[in-house]
C-alpha cells in the first residue's frame, strides 16, 4: 500500500509554530487516539494557515522537504490506511 499522497502532521509537543515543507496537508491534532478530525488545509499562495481545530499555526518553509517540519518529529504516518 502507498504511503500517503499528502502529508500528515501532528503536534504532539503542543508547540505553537510548526514550519513545514508543503503548503498542502492534512493536520491530525496530536497522534492517535489523541488526535483531532483530520482536516485537509491549503495555503495556497500564503505561506501560513492555523488549523482550525487544534489551532496550530503551520508555516511554509521552503528549505525543508515536503516530510520535513521544525521542530523534526512532526510528520505523522499512519499504521494503516486512512
Known amino acids: 500500500?502507498?504511503?500517503?499522497?499528502?502529508?500528515?502532521?501532528?503536534?504532539?509537543?503542543?508547540?505553537?509554530?510548526?514550519s513545514i515543507g508543503a503548503r498542502e496537508f492534512m493536520c491530525v491534532g496530536a497522534t492517535p487516539p489523541f488526535d483531532h478530525p483530520h482536516v485537509f488545509l491549503d495555503m495556497g499562495s500564503d505561506g501560513e494557515i492555523i488549523c482550525p481545530y487544534c489551532s496550530t499555526l503551520y508555516r511554509f518553509t521552503a528549505g525543508?522537504?515536503?516530510?520535513?517540519?521544525?521542530?523534526?518529529?512532526?510528520?505523522?504516518?499512519?499504521?494503516?490506511?486512512?
Open 64 to 82: 525543508l522537504h515536503a516530510d520535513e517540519s521544525d521542530p523534526a518529529g512532526c510528520l505523522w504516518k499512519a499504521l494503516t490506511p486512512v
Open 1 to 18: 500500500m502507498a504511503d500517503h499522497a499528502i502529508p500528515h502532521f501532528a503536534n504532539d509537543a503542543g508547540v505553537p509554530i510548526i
